[in-house]
């Protein structure tokens, strides 16, 4: 069955960097568009950043843009987040998504992902 288990999530001081990975399994990575959420405490699950099935498109949430890098290794079925200057608002569980395999659509909307892995918790200390 369809696998998205995430790692790298931790506490870091303000300024400070983080990387996310996702390591996907039981369907076509390749053919899946990916992308980063994240959930704040008392807060709706928010859209983070997208990539294309080959990586060449990517959208990113204002308030990540510059500091949030979205990237993907086909070959190795792994997805990642580099997240540089963290502030404290970034603060939340990060969830990688996918979207159905064959789908075109570069979505920003959490309701058009069908696989969903197990939060990672991020906390940035001020």
């Known amino acids: 069955q369809v696998q998205l288990v995430e790692s790298g999530g931790g506490l870091v001081q303000a300024g400070g960097s983080l990387r996310l990975s996702c390591a996907a399994s039981?369907?076509?990575?390749?053919?899946?568009?990916m992308g980063w959420f994240r959930q704040g405490p008392g807060n709706k699950r928010e859209f983070v950043a997208v990539?294309?099935?080959?990586?060449?498109?990517?959208i990113y949430a204002d308030s990540v843009k510059g500091r949030f890098t979205i990237s993907r290794d086909n070959g190795k079925n792994m997805l990642s987040l580099q997240m540089n200057t963290l502030k404290p608002e970034d603060t939340a569980v990060y969830y990688c998504?996918?979207?159905?395999?064959?789908?075109?659509?570069?979505?920003?909307?959490?309701?058009?992902?069908?696989?969903w892995g197990q939060g990672n918790q991020v906390t940035v200390s001020s």
């Open positions: 990539i294309s099935w080959s990586g060449g498109r990517t």
């Open positions: 039981g369907y076509t990575f390749s053919n899946s568009v």
């Open positions: 998504a996918a979207e159905t395999p064959g789908r075109l659509v570069i979505s920003t909307r959490a309701n058009e992902y069908a696989y």
